[in-house]
């Protein structure tokens, strides 16, 4: 008869019940690691391994020992739970189809636990073999019965759900079969009693190892033939994996890397765009953007080939640029005027290329150098993984990459603090004579909430000026407000992100004492909110954002008569002193048939207090560009205008 202990056992699946009903076009895994007395056991590794097309996926159970694999492909799978301290793994093989949620617990045992245990009665199930503990215990607490009481009416609740879907689709409800290990066969939904605890046993076989990740931790190469096998230690969960973050803005949403190896992770990157602007300029060059370049045309901001080297802690990445951003982010940086070797050239084609190397210390150290991706500004350099397409003013007008070296240092799952050493605010070279100095500090406490911190300071920033120095902070807050993933309104979030930076020294003052110079300050914030619909088939954003930058010395230089940050524009000058305030606000509306296509439509309002925008004139002299941009053309102006609106129409491609 099953016993008190069983009916706790059956208690802790409620943390998963409340989401087990609510399906996908593709398949899910749900369930519970968990010790031999029933407890759940937190932070155990599961590796998902699809048998039909040879790739994993991991995750580790959070702090209630519940796991979620969403998006499989319908096929079969191999599941294995390790966990530090505990002997061996628990692993079981089942399939998935499609629209499929199935319930899989796993228990692993304690150290020689594992064997020697007479008393359990062994059956099996399709999920693998199964243990029935019937050992006596201490009876029920009434807490405990009011979860079991919640339980039962959650039961029915998912059966008339189940009921309601099945009438939708002229089918006929069949009676509900719980994802619990056990309940009375007699139909109508009886309720339960003393529902029995069935748990997976061990199986034995080798220690899983460990699957290396491209992006946070390096690979680990197997042991060379003939050498005596080394007993292996449990690895640690890896940081931040703990939770699914592809909500967040300025991260890839895709979940399953399918051709990942042990050596290699490959990267494929495409972004191409149609904009339409409203102020129709008569060259089709559009200014005060670092996405979009051109009207009325298609173009290819970005197509990437590339991907993420991992081996015996080894750790490499290169990413390609080709289409706009290999013209048009390297003009907005004038470090290669200082000294030859024209370092924007062998730059022009690199987004991020780097190498280092991975320290098992604490939850990880990684020690990289090369070309790396900045945080300033929260989006992503690439559109795919940004909630919008024309990022907001703070995002747009802070730095893409930083060229140095970085430590990521993992002390917890939840934390990284990120020193950098580089030479400079998105420069390939420095400025003066001394490097920047940033650090970022990133927070995940819980799966719903990310808090990053971004700081940089005493860099020379000003080409010619080595007595001006930059400070900066930038800072963002993301929070997935709602999560009902059985709804047609599915998920809710927000980012919110402040900057505040100055310059001194150098003639310009970050505060207004004009003995120093005028003031040098930014001053600037963007908010978006992005809705989910359909089980993520449709995403809705709204959002916008607004600066204050008196001496514009973040404010980007429009291509008047082809001008780039190194000659500058007699048209739109960046002197101390001249004002610049502008806001914005967009609605982008995605359509994604895969986890690896967005389809993005956008309409964009910017507005300027000086003129800045490109007007039907356009910025092209006639004829063409005339000579050196930073002498004024006889007897022509540029069109410039306060405000601009666009549409813009996208395909991004990632995997």
């Known amino acids: 008869m099953p016993t008190n202990r069983s009916i706790r056992a059956a208690l802790l699946m409620l943390p998963l019940a409340s989401f087990s009903y609510g399906q996908s076009p593709s398949g899910t895994i749900r369930g519970i690691t968990r010790d031999l007395a029933g407890l759940p056991l937190a932070h155990a590794r599961v590796v998902v391994h699809a048998v039909d097309g040879n790739a994993d996926r991991t995750v580790v159970s959070n702090d209630e020992g519940t796991f979620v694999v969403e998006s499989l492909k319908p096929g079969h799978y191999h599941l294995a739970a390790t966990k530090e301290g505990f002997e061996g793994r628990s692993e079981t093989a089942v399939e998935v189809a499609s629209e499929q949620s199935l319930r899989v617990d796993l228990t692993l045992a304690p150290p020689n636990e594992s064997e020697g245990s007479t008393n359990p009665a062994l059956s099996t199930n399709s999920h693998g073999p199964l243990l029935v503990d019937n050992s006596p215990d201490p009876p029920l607490t009434e807490r405990e019965k009011q979860m079991l ?77 003939g050498t005596e096998a080394k007993p292996e230690t449990p690895a640690k969960p890896e940081p931040f994996a703990f939770a699914d973050w592809t909500w967040l803005n300025g991260t890839p949403r895709a979940k399953d890397l399918p051709f990942d190896t042990k050596f290699f992770t490959p990267e494929i990157r495409a972004d191409s765009v149609y904009v339409q602007n409203f102020n129709h300029p008569a060259d089709d060059s559009m200014g005060g953007s670092s996405e979009l370049f051109r009207s009325q045309e298609f173009q290819v901001t970005q197509f990437g080939v590339g991907g993420d080297f991992h081996w015996n802690n080894v750790r490499g990445r290169l990413m390609t640029q080709f289409g706009m951003y290999s013209f048009t982010t390297p003009r907005n940086d004038a470090s290669p005027a ?96 001394r490097p920047g100095f940033g650090l970022q500090v990133s927070y995940r406490p819980r799966s719903w909430i990310s808090i990053v911190g971004n700081q940089y300071l005493l860099g020379e920033d000003t080409l010619g000026n080595p007595n001006r120095v930059r400070y900066h902070t930038d800072d963002s807050i993301q929070v997935k407000y709602y999560d009902k993933p059985e709804r047609w309104l599915d998920r809710g979030a927000f980012s919110f992100t402040g900057d505040l930076g100055c310059e001194t020294g150098g003639g ?16 600037g914030y963007m908010f978006y909110n992005r809705l989910w619909f359909h089980k993520d088939l449709f995403g809705l954003t709204l959002g916008g954002g607004q600066i204050n930058n008196p001496g514009r010395y973040l404010v980007l230089v429009p291509p008047i008569n082809g001008a780039t940050a190194i000659t500058g524009t007699p048209y739109f000058t960046e002197n101390p002193g001249d004002p610049f305030k502008a ?37 092209t002299p006639p004829g063409g560009n005339t000579g050196n941009p930073a002498v004024p053309v006889p007897g022509w102006a540029p069109d410039l205008r306060h405000t601009e609106n666009f549409l813009d129409f996208s395909i991004l491609v990632y995997f």
């Open 149 to 225: 009481d919640r339980l039962n009416l959650l039961e029915q609740r998912l059966a008339a759900m189940e009921a309601k879907e099945a009438s939708r689709s002229g089918q006929t409800a069949a009676p509900a079969q719980p994802q619990l290990a056990s309940r009375d066969a007699a139909p109508g939904l009886p309720r339960i009693e003393k529902p029995a605890a069935l748990l997976i046993v061990p199986t034995p076989g080798p220690p899983a190892a460990p699957k290396p990740s491209g992006a946070a931790l390096a690979g680990t190469a197997s042991e060379p033939a």
């Open 508 to 523: 310009v003052s970050c505060d207004t004492n004009t003995a120093k110079g005028p003031k040098q300050s930014f001053l």
């Open 583 to 619: 806001w914005d606000t967009s609605v982008t509306f995605d359509f994604m048939p895969s986890q690896y296509v967005t389809f993005r439509s956008e309409f964009d309002h910017r507005h300027a207090n000086v003129p800045y925008w490109s007007g039907p004139g356009g910025v």
């Open 338 to 433: 200082r000294g030859q070797w024209s370092l924007d050239t062998p730059y022009r084609y690199i987004s991020e290329a780097y190498g280092g190397y991975h320290f098992n210390v604490m939850y990880g150290i990684n020690v990289d150098a090369g070309i790396f991706l900045s945080y300033i500004g929260l989006c992503s350099y690439y559109n795919f993984d940004n909630w919008a397409y024309q990022p907001s003013y703070v995002s747009s007008n802070t730095p893409w990459y930083f060229n140095g070296v970085r430590i990521q240092i993992f002390p917890t799952e939840k934390l990284k603090i990120e020193p950098w050493i580089i030479n400079g605010w998105q420069s390939y070279g420095r400025f003066n004579y």
